[in-house]
């Protein structure tokens, strides 16, 4: 079975901080997407990343794709409380072309 | 815009009760899709159907059945519901199948949260 972990589960900081979320999985992905996810809400694609080593910039969000295709980052400068959700990751397996999505990250940036 | 929408927002059921969320979408999309969510199982897919006429099992289609009734309609129905079909479910769309296209982007509804007693 193909995983993606997102590691931290649970994150809680201060407005002002920055942070740094993970996606790993030992498979390959032709490219791996992050969406965020408010409560009682669908989640929300934000970025799609594809070439290995690709960095893209979403205002104070930084999304990197692994130079292998296995592993993602999300990266918050500057985190206000608007940021607070849940981030999940998803991956299109180059093998089974399936879409996976990993367990997701909540954060809580407190004001 | 009103996007995917889904019905209804909340449902409360009886073990053995039978049920149908209804999902819709208005951008023309050809693919439509059923998760679920449940605490720290990210979302995992029960059934998606790639266009018009066509359904195909996700990763836990057990107890549940799907009606592509139309382009803009794909319904999901818990014919004898469980308590371990308590969860918050997504309908989502996207315009093609999801592996055809790298960029493949998904559009997902507000969700239903059940509980099944």
């Known amino acids: 079975t193909q995983l993606l972990e997102q590691s931290p589960q649970f994150l809680s900081i201060q407005e002002g901080e920055n942070l740094t979320v993970y996606c790993n999985s030992s498979?390959?992905?032709?490219?791996l997407q992050w969406y965020r996810q408010e409560p009682g809400e669908g989640p929300v694609l934000l970025v799609t990343?594809?070439?290995?080593?690709e960095v893209k910039k979403l205002k104070r969000l930084t999304f990197q794709f692994g130079d292998a295709r296995k592993d993602s980052s999300l990266h918050i400068t500057a985190a206000q409380p608007g940021d607070t959700g849940l981030y999940l990751c998803a991956g299109i397996s180059s093998n089974t072309g399936k879409l996976i999505f990993g367990q997701g990250t909540t954060l809580q940036v407190k004001p | 815009n009103a996007g995917v929408t889904q019905t209804p927002k909340f449902q409360v059921l009886k073990t053995g009760q039978s049920m149908t969320l209804q999902c819709a979408q208005d951008?023309?999309?050809?693919?439509m899709y059923w998760y679920r969510q449940d605490p720290g199982m990210g979302l995992r897919l029960i059934y998606y159907?790639?266009?018009?006429?066509?359904?195909d099992k996700g990763e836990v289609p057990n107890g549940y059945n799907v009606s592509r009734l139309n382009k803009r309609e794909f319904s999901l129905r818990l014919e004898s519901a469980a308590p371990s079909q308590t969860s918050v479910y997504f309908c989502?769309?996207?315009?093609?199948?999801?592996?055809?296209?790298?960029?493949?982007?998904?559009?997902f509804g507000s969700g239903t949260q059940l509980s099944v007693l």
């Open positions: 498979s390959v992905f032709s490219s």
């Open positions: 990343v594809v070439t290995g080593g």
């Open positions: 159907s790639a266009s018009e006429g066509t359904t």
């Open positions: 951008m023309n999309h050809n693919s």
């Open positions: 989502a769309s996207s315009e093609n199948v999801r592996g055809v296209t790298t960029n493949e982007k998904l559009f």
